[in-house]
């Protein structure tokens, strides 16, 4: 049973990244998933969620730039970045229930 995050990286302000992470073990159809990070000196916080039946809800810092999405049949959620900003500078976890990825780094700087 685990969560594979993977697709982090640096990119410049205004650039976009994608995040991908692939779930094993788990009946990935019936779960919602969700994208958390923790940026240097800070609390990890809650980013995106999508429920089993497919509805989104995104913290407001990142509407309208992030998008979360799941492929059922790949049993792989994502999360499409643009727009990105300095502070959105973090490490990325997906999760579900009590079950966390790995993390992913995301840094943006000039």
């Known amino acids: 049973v685990q969560l594979q995050a993977s697709g982090g990286g640096s990119v410049q302000p205004g650039e976009s990244l994608g995040l991908s992470c692939a779930a094993s073990?788990?009946?990935?159809?019936?779960?919602?998933m969700g994208w958390y990070r923790q940026a240097p000196g800070k609390q990890r916080e809650w980013v995106a969620t999508?429920?089993?039946?497919?509805?989104?809800h995104y913290r407001d810092s990142v509407k309208g730039r992030f998008t979360i999405s799941r492929d059922n049949a790949k049993n792989t959620v994502y999360l499409q970045m643009n727009s990105l900003k300095p502070e959105d500078t973090a490490v990325y976890y997906c999760?579900?229930?009590?079950?966390w990825g790995q993390g992913t780094l995301v840094t943006v700087s000039s």
């Open positions: 999760n579900t229930g009590m079950l």
């Open positions: 073990g788990i009946i990935f159809g019936l779960k919602d």
């Open positions: 999508i429920t089993s039946s497919g509805n989104t």
